[in-house]
């Protein structure tokens, strides 16, 4: 083996469980020809030496799944720079997936790339290497890097202004002659000499960014819109530059070709302070979280870095300030605002034992907490991070804008030659024939068409994080606007989740404490929150569950076990019934026809009594319902519950359609059977029991309150529980898109009008910069209206 021809890679592992995993990975990996690896079972990592001319990074890759672990794939966010229009966004994109083991997402509207990648097949400097390569720049985005970007930005946007004025006091004499000839004056005011002086400057010194740009994207083999003004413009330039040289008897084109730049800076100053209130919204969260905690350490209180709390460690938090990281309350009662997090300008008390979110307020009490989440690991940090995933996606209808766009540049020049040879043959006068062309080049901008759609998606992705409304991606935001049906579940969607004990009816001979203390023991070591329920009512009574046996479960009916050695059985009626115990139907008609649920027991082969749980309706469920109504969806409630029970629910609500006893299964075979109708299926839930039911919608919301799993599984995650945020997610979804329509219509229309007018000789170059110019502005300042939209109960 020829050392210097080694490569060396660090591949991270997942899946590997002792020590014994780690071992047989490596024995896997030492024997591939030319490859010496070590595996670290800690660190969930190999560090592999390999001759790429033996063994290649995706043979490394397959022995290690072939062996029954993964290699995961990673997700970096690239910031970019040089781009100019939607013709660099993918050139971009399609530079970066055309390496091996990498998808990539370019945002133009960002300046962003969103790049998962193969860590055996590439690695973060090779994809920056490879826009590079392309013509462009490209820098791994990480907190350091964020927190200079803003002041970069900044900087540059005020030194693109600079350029820009020097660049119109040049230019306006130039316009002001070309004013008064067009009024009915003769002759040339202004020596051509002197307009060659006055436009050098502007072509060659403001205008050096189109060069640059053009030099580069020509290099790396594509077209954009520097290539489209520096031809345009140097075309004007150099045959005035001629024609002042050698004292020909033409007009010159001076003017138009500095007031083309001229225009074109003032557009790209106009769209950079534009866009830069489209991230607005991620950076208000981001200043949210305060930089300094004052923590517990050693018997002292130090104020330190908030980054540099650890979780575990006890911090305090005064009136009127706001919480660090994350945290549980350990002394204190106070009210905090959490309107940041959930939209909800109520505030929400805390006591000991109650969740705290970093960036909320304290409003009133002095509170002592235990840290919980620090750092990447808080609520905040994880809203943040899936804001950007969603700006950084793309929605379905941005495909046709970006097929455009690839091959938008070539298609203009070709359309500019041919109106160049054509004005040129039909007048014979090549100067108009020029001027004609380079009114093509300049109006047709791909810009408008890169900006329609991501300045849209990110404005309403961010206007929704403010409003408590997190959405996974852009297409689920997109198909949230179709919903046609919504599938709701009841228990934590439509009521408040936290149901209780209201009757135990026992059978005769036994005692209720007895029938409690039975049920809570089959009950203690179920999450479930009717189990809960009969728990915390047992310990309200005082009762101590005896210890429980040879349990066993069966998903959405009952549980079974053991107690003192006699067999028991807890669950729904017709649970219980089928286990081979009658269950008398008057013990739970009267519980059932009242909207509650009812838990039957059995012990000893027998039937031991019931218990009636309630739980309360939401109070804005009702007036949810009656406003998704009002939007033309159909609601179809799905259950767990008891038939009676949940009819009953459902008719206090205004629902028609209603599915009881719906076993988890059967909710997501529901929901499949919904969309195979053609439907556009939204579900809402907030259990685990309710995660094969996300899965399977179109659409799927979960409640902020509800389980991990939930969360995870959802594209649209709710942190208010309440149904309201449904009806104003997909209104933000409906107002989204109408702008993304409009935007693309106007720029599509913009071209189409614009190019046939400019080759027919009817548009002046001039004109067409400045409406080329304020073609994007005009698409972004219609995209930030949406930071009108608001929240029906804000």
Request: charged content about 20%; aromatic content about 6%.
């Amino acid at each position: 083996m020829n050392a210097p021809s080694l490569k060396s890679l660090e591949l991270p592992i997942a899946g590997m469980t002792c020590a014994a995993c780690a071992a047989r990975i490596e024995k896997v990996l030492n024997r591939l020809p030319g490859v010496r690896a070590a595996v670290n079972f800690n660190a969930e990592k190999a560090r592999v030496e390999f001759d790429p001319a033996v063994t290649g990074p995706e043979v490394l890759e397959q022995a290690i799944e072939q062996a029954g672990y993964q290699v995961p794939q990673r997700t970096v966010e690239l910031k970019l720079s040089g781009m100019t229009c939607a013709a660099c966004a993918a050139r971009i994109e399609k530079v970066l997936n055309r390496l091996p083991g990498v998808q990539a997402a370019v945002n133009f509207a960002a300046e962003r790339a969103r790049v998962t990648y193969s860590p055996a097949r590439a690695d973060v400097r090779a994809l920056i290497e490879a826009v590079e390569r392309a013509g462009y720049g490209a820098a791994e985005l990480t907190e350091e890097t964020r927190a200079r970007e803003k002041a970069e930005r900044e900087q540059a946007y005020r030194r693109e202004l600079g350029r820009f004025w020097i660049a119109a006091a040049l230019t306006a004499p130039l316009l002001a002659q070309m004013v008064l000839m067009l009024g009915g004056g003769h002759g040339e005011f202004i020596p051509r000499w002197l307009q060659w002086l006055l436009a050098t400057p502007v072509q060659f010194w403001a205008g050096k960014r189109f060069y640059v740009g053009a030099w580069h994207v020509l290099r790396g083999g594509g077209a954009n819109m520097d290539v489209l003004i520096a031809l345009g413009t140097s075309a004007a330039y150099f045959f005035s530059a001629a024609v002042t040289a050698f004292s020909l008897d033409e007009h010159v084109y001076f003017e138009a070709s500095a007031a083309i730049v001229t225009l074109v800076l003032l557009g790209k100053v106009l769209e950079a302070r534009a866009r830069a209130g489209t991230s607005a919204a991620i950076e208000a969260l981001i200043r949210l979280q305060p930089k300094t905690a004052r923590v517990e350490r050693e018997g002292q209180i130090l104020e330190v870095d908030a980054a540099s709390l650890k979780p575990g460690e006890v911090f305090l938090v005064r009136p009127g300030e706001s919480f660090p990281v994350d945290g549980v309350v350990i002394e204190g009662t106070s009210s905090v605002d959490e309107a940041m997090l959930t939209g909800e300008s109520m505030p929400v008390t805390k006591q000991p034992g109650s969740r705290v979110y970093a960036a909320t307020v304290n409003q009133q009490g002095f509170l002592r907490l235990r840290a919980t989440g620090v750092g990447a690991h808080t609520q905040l940090a994880a809203i943040i991070r899936m804001v950007e995933e969603a700006q950084g996606s793309k929605a379905p209808i941005q495909r046709l804008a970006d097929r455009v766009s690839g091959i938008f540049v070539p298609v203009v020049v070709v359309l500019a030659m041919l109106t160049l040879f054509g004005w040129w043959i039909a007048s014979g006068d090549f100067a108009e024939a020029l001027i004609n062309s380079v009114a093509v080049l300049v109006i047709a901008c791909p810009c408008a068409l890169g900006l329609a759609t991501p300045t849209a998606i990110m404005v309403g992705t961010g206007r929704g994080a403010q409003a408590g409304i997190l959405v996974r991606n852009a297409a689920a935001l997109e198909r949230a606007e179709r919903i046609t049906t919504l599938v709701v579940d009841k228990t934590g969607t439509l009521t408040e989740g936290k149901p209780v004990v209201t009757d135990l009816a026992p059978a005769s001979g036994v005692e209720a404490g007895e029938l409690l203390r039975v049920a809570a023991s089959l009950e203690q070591a179920s999450e479930h929150p009717l189990a809960r329920a009969i728990v915390e009512h047992a310990r309200e009574q005082g009762i101590v569950p005896p210890k429980v046996t040879e349990f066993s479960a069966v998903p959405g009916r009952g549980v079974k076990g053991r107690i003192g050695g006699v067999s028991a059985c807890l669950g729904s009626p017709s649970f219980v019934a089928t286990q081979g115990i009658e269950v008398p139907a008057e013990a739970v008609a009267a519980f059932e026809a009242a909207g509650k649920s009812v838990v039957a027991v059995a012990r000893d082969g027998r039937y031991f009594g019931a218990l009636a749980i309630a739980d309360r309706l939401r109070p804005t469920s009702a007036e949810a319902v009656a406003r998704l109504k009002r939007m033309g969806i159909e609601l179809i409630m799905l259950t767990g519950d008891h038939e009676a029970t949940a009819r009953a629910t459902a008719s206090q609500l205004g629902i028609e359609q209603v599915l009881a006893q719906v076993l988890p299964e059967q909710k997501s075979a529901e929901v499949v059977r919904l969309k195979g109708e053609g439907r556009v299926v939204g579900m809402v839930g907030d259990g685990i029991n309710d995660a094969p039911a996300l899965a399977a919608a179109d659409v799927s919301f979960a409640m902020g309150a509800g389980t991990d799993v939930a969360m995870e599984t959802a594209d649209i995650t709710l942190m208010r529980n309440d149904l309201n945020c449904v009806a104003d997610a997909i209104s933000l979804s409906r107002a989204t898109l109408a702008k993304i329509r409009q935007n693309l219509f106007f720029a599509f229309f913009y071209n189409v009008l614009g190019i046939p007018l400019a080759a027919w000789g009817l548009l002046n170059p001039v004109v067409a910069g400045a409406a080329m110019a304020m073609s994007s502005v005009s698409v972004v300042s219609n995209a930030l209206l949406l930071k009108r939209w608001k929240p029906a109960r804000a």
